[in-house]
């Protein structure tokens, strides 16, 4: 279902647990399947289908690349706010469907709740040949939105438009009523096939003002509609292309940001001029959310009362709210964005990030100790800093004001120094995985909104650095005269390597463990045979996290003559592949890591009797600056040894500077792929 629509979102701070990550666009699979079960209807005459539609299917088209599935012919959004603050925005899509992949523009969600209200919902289908087609709202599928929640508002729609097949015109409109407590609105006017046109209307109450951000795109002047009525137009915008390893496709896709206000109240508690309103607004809706109760108070005693040092307080009460409190949201209108009394998440040991971080840091002032919100989004980029506004945040953290006592050296790698708050420790309460002193990777160099009761700031949160993120893999094999390697392999890993494991791991069972340890040493070993394996401190995400397994594979070395080719890099691949695009397009966005991280394999291999080195590659040294390899192979006695360190200093390498990235790559490739050259001895 493609639903890239920020207005559409609903305007909630939810962030979903490590391992269930779902868009708010995603209908159950439940509601699909009777979707897709239900019959066309079929209008009861040509006329049923709006003016706007028919123009729309009217439209001449440029040539497009042969493998675009859909164009979007009219993407049209009108935004009216009444005198009490009301919204109402409608909503106009036309597609035309160029091939088969392009029929699940054919299915439309929309979203409602307590304060957004769906008032209309209609879609038609234009075949190239025979009738018209009409579904209406009562022919839709009502659906949560969401999985985690406990009990939450928030309710989908989801509509299937019949015909939504190649050579044919479909469209849909929709309008939505609410009365936000945020004055703003979002037109996102790129998507991820072409644009032919894209239509945006304001409407304002008489003396009412407007301010708008135009992000990823250049600023475009409006024109007077009327009184008090602004339009802008666009016509032929591209497509968003996904690329290997590109940013959020949030951060990349142009959209305008529009704050609106009477004249004179800019400073209104639902304005959003700067980031400083933003927090403010915040703060006064967090107001008095952080209170103590006498059951609080004495959890915090229980839990601190033989940690010897403050910062052994603090990890204690980090690692009950992290682990303890379930993340379970219950969001009903305001509450999307309004935490829940602290009482009452420790009451129920449940809540969602804003209430874990609430209740952290209601425990955590009971030991002097302050902290305070940081909204955020999980997508790095997706927050625009000259768009102030609360609509970009899916998240919300903690930042703990350290006191003088923590020692400034102790493994706390997630600290930012403030210039009037000193050390701040960011935190996120959510993430099982991710102890006290790291962050996640996707919030690391990551902008989130400082909330503090003077108000907001837009602060870039730390980026951990390489050796925080290690991969050690020592591997002990042994190679046979007829080619067959066997041997141990351990591979330590800490940060972010040992949480993308364990995130892998502790969502399956015993016995598919062994089955991807199985698949992954068949990707570099093929006819490999898995003969025991363990896992170390699994459950353990402030230790180490240690795989350990031993294996055999036949016909490993390869027979040339009297020659046996032995290739050192057993498992593992740096190589970035992906990044070369095989239709040679010329690349639009920068290369996005997930996180800085060092890299090492250090193979010993047993060579067998009877052979000896006979050729060894040079030394492979690469730096970029960003990335860096370096690469050696050489013998001790009968060993063969093969030490290589990669190393990821950047996580964002601008478009300039790719044709580098992928020409390193391809020198990694090669370096991997080499082989050692072994010579029977003649005795």
């Not at 036309?94 to 523009?105: F, H, M, S, T």
């Not at 600023?219 to 290997?244: C, I, R, S, T, Y």
């Not at 142009?254 to 309103?277: M, N, Y």
Request: glycine share 6%; charged share 25%.
């Amino acid at each position: 279902m493609n639903n890239r629509s920020f207005s559409k979102m609903p305007r909630q701070l939810r962030c979903p647990s490590t391992t269930r990550i779902r868009s708010a666009a995603g209908a159950h699979p439940l509601a699909l399947l009777l979707l897709m079960a239900a019959p066309w209807i079929a209008s009861p005459a040509r006329a049923a289908v709006p003016e706007w539609l028919r123009a729309a299917a009217q439209t001449s088209l440029p040539k497009y690349p042969e493998d675009t599935a859909a164009v979007l012919l009219w993407n049209e959004q009108i935004t009216t706010v009444t005198e009490a603050g009301e919204i109402k925005t409608l909503y106009r899509r036309a597609y035309k469907i160029l091939r088969p992949e392009g029929r699940d523009r054919g299915m439309v969600a929309v979203y409602f709740d307590k304060e957004t209200h769906l008032t209309h919902l209609k879609a038609w289908s234009i075949p190239a040949g025979g009738r018209d087609y009409e579904v209406k709202e009562k022919d839709a599928i009502e659906t949560s939105a969401f999985t985690e929640s406990l009990y939450e508002d928030t309710r989908l729609k989801v509509l299937k438009i019949p015909a939504a097949d190649p050579g044919n015109v479909i469209g849909y409109e929709y309008e939505q009523r609410r009365r936000p407590s945020i004055l703003q609105d979002a037109w996102q006017f790129q998507d991820d096939i072409p644009v032919r046109r894209a239509r945006f209307e304001l409407r304002l109450p008489p003396g009412w003002e407007y301010e708008t951000f135009w992000l990823n795109h250049g600023n475009q002047k409006p024109e007077q509609a009327g009184d008090h009525q602004w339009v802008w137009e666009l016509a032929d915008v591209p497509a968003v292309e996904e690329e290997p390893r590109m940013p959020a496709w949030q951060a990349v896709a142009g959209r305008l940001g529009v704050t609106f206000f009477a004249r004179g109240v800019a400073s209104s508690p639902k304005s959003q001029g700067s980031w400083r309103d933003v927090g403010l607004w915040y703060a006064r809706l967090a107001a008095d959310r952080r209170q103590a109760s006498a059951e609080i108070r004495q959890k915090v005693k229980e839990l601190t009362s033989t940690a010897p040092a403050t910062l052994d307080k603090i990890a204690a009460l980090a690692s009950f709210v992290q682990t303890d409190i379930r993340y379970v949201a219950i969001e009903i209108g305001v509450g999307g964005y309004q935490p829940h009394p602290a009482q009452d998440i420790f009451t129920n040991r449940y809540g969602d990030c804003k209430d874990k971080a609430t209740l952290l840091s209601a425990m955590l002032a009971e030991l002097g100790i302050k902290s305070y919100y940081v909204l955020i989004n999980t997508r790095r980029g997706v927050v625009a800093p000259t768009f102030p506004s609360p609509l970009g945040f899916n998240h919300a953290i903690l930042a703990i004001q350290l006191p003088a006592d923590v020692p400034r050296q102790n493994n706390l790698w997630s600290i930012a120094e403030h210039k009037q708050l000193d050390r701040l420790l960011f935190f996120d309460p959510t993430d099982i995985l991710v102890p006290l002193g790291y962050l996640p990777e996707r919030l690391q160099q990551n902008d989130g909104l400082l909330v503090t009761d003077s108000g907001g700031e837009l602060v870039e949160l730390p980026l951990l650095p390489p050796t925080v993120n290690r991969l050690l893999r020592t591997a002990k094999l042994t190679l046979t005269p007829d080619g067959t390697l066997y041997g141990d392999v351990s591979e330590i890993r800490w940060g972010a390597p040992a949480t993308e494991l364990r995130a892998q791991l502790l969502r399956v069972s015993e016995a598919d463990r062994r089955k991807n340890l199985e698949n992954f040493l068949g990707e570099f070993l093929g006819g490999a045979i898995l003969q025991s394996y363990g896992v170390e401190n699994l459950e353990k995400c402030d230790q180490t996290l240690a795989v350990r397994y031993h294996f055999q594979v036949a016909n490993y070395a390869k027979t040339a003559g009297d020659l046996l080719l032995v290739r050192p890099r057993v498992v593992g691949q740096k190589e970035e592949g992906p990044l070369e695009q095989r239709d040679k397009k010329e690349r639009k966005y920068a290369v996005e890591f997930p996180a800085t991280s060092l890299q090492t394999d250090l193979v010993e291999i047993v060579l067998p009797g009877g052979y000896q080195v006979d050729e060894l590659l040079s030394p492979t040294r690469l730096d970029t600056g960003m990335v860096s390899y370096q690469s050696k192979m050489d013998v001790a006695g009968n060993v063969l040894r093969y030490n290589r360190t990669y190393q990821i200093n950047h996580i964002l390498v601008p478009v300039g500077r790719i044709e580098e990235l992928r020409n390193f790559y391809r020198q990694v490739a090669a370096d991997e792929h080499s082989s050692a050259v072994l010579k029977r001895v003649v005795q």
